[in-house]
């Protein structure tokens, strides 16, 4: 039986489901909002790009190594953006949580809190694991604070680590929380998530 399966996880800002080819439309208005691609320091994909995307996300997936989702903004039903279960180790029980992006209308507000507490209670509560890590671009600051806001810690930086979109070599930092830090960690999200609020 395998270790990480398809789910939903729905929160009352956030649902992820999981991603389907027939999402491609959707997510390249979602990633439209803001032109979320010109950002050379992420990987966000272009609208020509969008559909192999979703196929590798999809065989990773199948391969064992990927969990993708795509994330809907609850209430509006409105999708919004891509993100993922990924470096799945089912020996250790780690997982890394990333490949994510959200349209520029959501960005900073109680929907990207609320995803990453969906993810996280699922890794340690559902899948038992014993750590998840999150990575980002040594230069990518609002990526930084916001995985420093819910409270996972800097492990260290691989330098030289991979090559950027843009043909530049991307210094990457790793954070992660454990297990015996999750249930503050948990705290802390909720509270923050009571003091934001989804933009119109």
């Known amino acids: 039986m ?9 929160g009352p800002h956030a649902t992820l489901v999981p991603l389907q080819r027939n999402h491609r439309d959707a997510l390249v208005a979602a990633a439209s909002d803001g032109a979320l691609w010109r950002h050379w320091f992420t990987g966000v994909p272009e609208p020509d790009e969008m559909e192999a995307a979703i196929a590798e996300r999809l065989a990773l997936r199948d391969a064992g190594s990927m969990l993708p989702f795509t994330v809907v903004q609850s209430g509006s039903e409105r999708i919004v953006g891509m993100t993922s279960f990924g470096h799945i180790d089912a020996v250790v029980k780690r997982v890394e949580i ?9 960005q900073r507000t109680a929907l990207n809190t609320d995803a990453k507490r969906l993810l996280l209670t699922h890794a340690f509560e ?10 980002t671009h040594v230069l990518n600051q609002p990526s930084r604070r916001a995985i420093e806001r819910i409270g996972a810690k800097l492990d260290g930086v691989l330098r030289n680590h991979m090559i950027a979109r843009n043909g530049t070599l991307r210094d990457t930092c790793v954070y992660s929380i454990i297990a015996g830090e999750w249930p503050a960690v948990k705290a802390h999200l909720e509270w923050l998530e009571k003091g934001q609020k989804i933009k119109p």
């Open 2 to 10: 395998e270790w990480i399966v398809p789910v939903r996880l729905k």
């Open 98 to 106: 990333g490949w994510t992006w959200y349209a520029q209308g959501v």
């Open 126 to 135: 559902t899948l038992g694991c014993v750590a998840v890590e999150l990575r």
